[in-house]
C-alpha cells in the first residue's frame, strides 16, 4: 500500500532540506536529509509511490530547488495542498513533480499513515473512503509526461511553452490570505481605479 | 480591455507582445543571478541542454550564502562554480549580498531580472522587475536568456503620511505581512505608490521590496522616479530611463492605503513572519543575539540608524552582536564614518560583507537556548540554526536598541 506523510501549513523549505545540511549537489544525500530536524523518521520511512499530504502554503521560504529533489528522490508519487508558494510549485512544474491542489476538507480529514491511491481521475484516501477529483495543468502535466523542462527542452524550444497558455503557476485557491485588514487607520479598497 | 499595470507593462516589453494577468508568457531576461547554493544546482541541469551560455556579461554569479567557505563542503561546491564561471567567462563576484550588488552595480529601471534566490524582489527598489526562480529555471535562463511566466496580477500598496521618529520602512512591510500574511500575495506582484513612496529613497524602498518575498509575492516593485535617478546618479551609473506607470484603468486585484503615522516599531514573533506585533508588548524578552545584517537591513542607512543609537554607549553583557555589511561598499562607506570602528569598540564581531548568519550556515549559528534579534527576512523555525533558538524580526533602529538591553527594546527611548 502506499501511505499518506501528513504535514501541517506553512511547511517551508528550511524544514524540508535545512540549509546547514544541504550543501550537496548529490540526489540520494538529499533524499537523507529530507526533513531531517522537522519528522527525522520520513526519510527513513518514507517509500516509493507515498503521498505527501500538507496544508497551506506548502514550500514557502527560499528557492532552493533542494526542497523539490529531496522529495522527488524518495519516490512519491504526489504532492497534495490546499496551496503552494510560487517557487516551490515552479520547481515542482519544471522537475515534472505532480503537485496536487486539494480542498481544504479532503487535507483536514487525511490522516497520517492513511492509504492513498490515485484512481483513474480521482485522488483516494482509501482509510477515509474520501474521494477528490485529481486536476493536472497542461503545462505541468506537459512537463511531467516529457520528464521536466530540461528534457522538454532538448528537442523544443521555450517559446512552445506558451502553447499552454493560461496554465502556469496556479492561480491562488479563493480565499486565500487573512484578507484586507481594517486596523491602524488602513483603508481598503478593491480594484479601486478600475473603469 | 483594461488598462496594464506596471509589471504587465514590463513583462509585455521582454515578451515582443501585449500581456495581461493570467498569461502564459516566455519573456526575454536581462539578467540572470545565481550564488554559491543555487548556482552550483544549476551547473549540471545547463549541461543538458547547452553548452554556452547565451550572453555572459548578463549572468551575474555571486558567492554570498557562504563565503569565505565554512567548511569543505562548501568550498568544493564553490570551486565547481568558479571552473563553471571561469569555462563561460562569467566573473564571480564576491562583494556582499547578491541583491544589495545587484542594486549598486547593475539593475535599471523596467529591466527584468530572473534570479536564482527568493529574496529577488529585493531589486523592486530600483523599479526592475526582478523575480525569485529555482535553480533549474537558472539553468534555462543562462541558456537561452529567457523564462516562462505566468503574467501576475497586482496588489496595489499606497503610502501616505509620515513615519514618527523610531518607525521605519521595516516596520512597514512587517504591518504589511501582519495584515496580508505570509501567503496573502502568492504569485502576485505588489506595486508601491502613493503619496508618500517619494520620500523613501531607494534603499529603504528594497527593504520593502526585500520582504515581499515573504508575503508570497512574485516581486514587489517601485515604479522608477526622481529618488531612482538620484540613487542611479550617486552609484556613478545614470541613464536616462522611460518612468513606466501602471495605466490609470489598470485593474488591481487589491488596493490597500496605509498611514504611515500609524506605524509603530514592529516586530514578527517566531515562527512566523505574519505574527507581528509591537515592540512594546515583547519588549523585556531576554535575548542573546543581535543581528545587524542580510539584504533587508544592512545597507549604510541602516547602519548609521544603529550607529546614533549606539554610539557612545556599551552593549549588554554577555550579548553576541553581529553586524554584517551588505556589501563591500556599505562596509567601506561604514569603515570611512567610522561606524564599523565605533560597533567594534561596543564588542561586536564584524562579519564580512555577504549573506552571514540571516540563513544558520555560518558566522552566527544560533544553539537550543539562543534568541536572536535579527533585521533579516525571516524568522522560521531552524532557520538560523536550531530548531528550539527564537529569532524575533525587526528594524535596525529596534536591533540596536535590544543590543544596549540584551532584551527587546523600544527604539523610541533612545532618539530623544
Known sequence: ?195 | MSGQTLAQKILSAHAGRPLNAGDLAVVNVDYVLAHDTTCAWAIEPFQQIATQVFDPAKIKIFFDHAYPAPSAAAAGLQSKIRKFASAQGIPIITDGVCHQVMAERFLEPNTVLAGADSHTPTGGGTGALCMGFGSTDAAVAMATGKIWTRVPGTIRINLEGKLHAGAYPKDVILSIAKDLSAEGANYKVVEFGGSAISTFDVPSRMTLTNMCAEIGAKTGIVPADDRTAEYLKRQGRYHPFERLRSDEDAQFEQVLTYDLSKIEPTVACPPDIDKDVPVTSVAGTPITQVFLGSCTNCRIEDLEVAYKILKGKKIAPGLKFIVTPASRQVYEQALERGYLSEFSRMGAVLAPPGCGACLGRHMGVLDDDDVCVSTSNRNFTGRMGSPKAKIYLASPATAAASALEGKLADPRKYLK
Open chain 1, 1 to 195: 500500500m502506499t501511505r499518506v506523510w501528513k504535514f501541517s501549513d506553512a511547511i517551508n523549505t528550511d524544514l524540508i532540506t535545512p540549509g546547514r545540511y544541504n550543501m550537496t549537489t548529490d540526489m540520494a544525500e538529499l533524499g537523507r536529509i529530507a526533513f531531517i530536524e522537522h519528522r527525522p523518521e520520513y526519510a527513513k520511512g518514507v517509500k516509493s509511490g507515498d503521498f505527501l499530504v500538507a496544508g497551506r502554503n506548502f514550500g514557502c521560504g527560499s528557492s532552493r530547488e533542494t526542497a523539490v529533489y529531496a522529495l522527488k528522490a524518495n519516490g512519491v508519487t504526489a504532492l497534495v495542498a490546499k496551496s503552494y508558494a510560487r517557487i516551490f510549485y515552479r520547481n515542482c512544474i519544471n522537475n515534472g513533480v505532480m503537485a496536487l491542489v486539494a480542498p481544504a476538507d479532503f487535507v483536514d480529514r487525511t490522516q497520517d499513515g492513511d492509504e492513498m491511491a490515485i484512481e483513474g481521475d480521482r485522488l483516494v484516501n482509501r482509510t477515509r473512503k474520501l474521494s477528490t477529483p485529481v486536476s493536472i495543468p497542461p503545462l505541468m502535466q506537459k512537463l511531467r509526461q516529457t520528464g521536466g523542462i530540461l528534457n522538454f527542452l532538448k528537442t523544443h524550444k521555450i517559446e512552445e511553452l506558451e502553447s499552454d497558455a493560461g496554465t502556469g503557476e496556479a492561480e491562488l485557491p479563493a480565499g486565500v490570505g487573512k484578507g484586507p485588514a481594517t486596523k491602524r487607520g488602513l483603508k481598503v479598497g478593491r480594484k479601486k481605479r478600475q473603469s
